[in-house]
T-cell receptor, first 113, second 113 residues
Framework: QQQVKQSPQSLIVQKGGISIINCAYE??????FPWYQQFPGKGPALLIA?????SEKKEGRFTISFNKSAKQFSLHIMDSQPGDSATYFC????????????FGQGTTLQVKP | NAGVMQNPRHLVRRRGQEARLRCSPM?????VYWYRQLPEEGLKFMVY????????ESGMPKERFSAEFPKEGPSILRIQQVVRGDSAAYFC???????????FGQGTRLTVV
């Protein structure tokens, strides 16, 4: 019930391509879905987040698509750049609770120049 | 405004010793979360604290682990009698109020030898 499943585990994309990372959740009570970006040796940093009342949110080259009925959401990175090479984590939380984040397993993205 | 400060950044302990991990939240933040990241895995919630109170410790192992967030000073995650399986990166996150964006520190990488 508390799991968030993320795929793929790793992803290699050519510069300029589209990177797509998918997540699925079980708990229908979750109401906040952030994505975090983590570089080696650093802590996770919030990239973009969405609430289930919208189906899509775009910020620059990053877009979240949200499918409430399927309990799935995905991150799309358009025009991927080598500087985007990092590990990406999806997460979910119930904001009426303690705000603790349930993270996916992570996706290591490599963007080749 | 300095970010979330964690120290030490790296900590090596022999089996059976104690490990103390410190987290100074961002200025004005009174909510602290601790997460553990095992190699090749996502972050797992451990404990959520407010000043002088443990609010949610549902992710803490039942033995050897404890956390505090005193009125003055940093939050401390304490691991007694460390074992090899405790080797991981431990991240602290802070937020100003419940369910506001949580900012992560750079983590403490604990190695048990």
């Amino acid at each position: 019930q508390q799991q968030v499943k993320q795929s793929p585990q790793s992803l290699i994309v050519q510069k300029g391509g589209i990177s797509i990372i998918n997540c699925a959740y079980e708990n229908t009570a979750f109401d906040y879905f952030p994505w975090y970006q983590q570089f080696p040796g650093k802590g996770p940093a919030l990239l973009i987040a969405i609430r289930p009342d919208v189906s899509e949110k775009k910020e620059g080259r990053f877009t979240i698509s949200f499918n409430k009925s399927a309990k799935q959401f995905s991150l799309h990175i358009m025009d991927s750049q080598p500087g985007d090479s990092a590990t990406y984590f999806c997460a979910a939380t119930l904001t009426s609770n303690t705000g603790k984040l349930i993270f996916g397993q992570g996706t290591t993205l490599q963007v080749k120049p | 405004n300095a970010g979330v400060m964690q120290n030490p950044r790296h900590l090596v302990r022999r089996r059976g010793q104690e490990a103390r991990l410190r987290c100074s939240p961002m200025k004005g933040h009174s909510h602290v979360y601790w997460y553990r990241q095992l190699p090749e895995e996502g972050l797992k919630f451990m404990v959520y604290l407010q000043k002088e109170n443990i609010i949610d410790e549902s992710g803490m192992p039942k033995e050897r682990f404890s956390a505090e967030f005193p009125k003055e000073g940093p939050s401390i995650l304490r691991i007694q009698q460390v074992v090899r399986g405790d080797s991981a990166a431990y991240f602290c996150a802070s937020s100003p109020v419940l369910n506001a964006e949580a900012f992560f520190g750079q983590g403490t990488r604990l190695t048990v030898v």
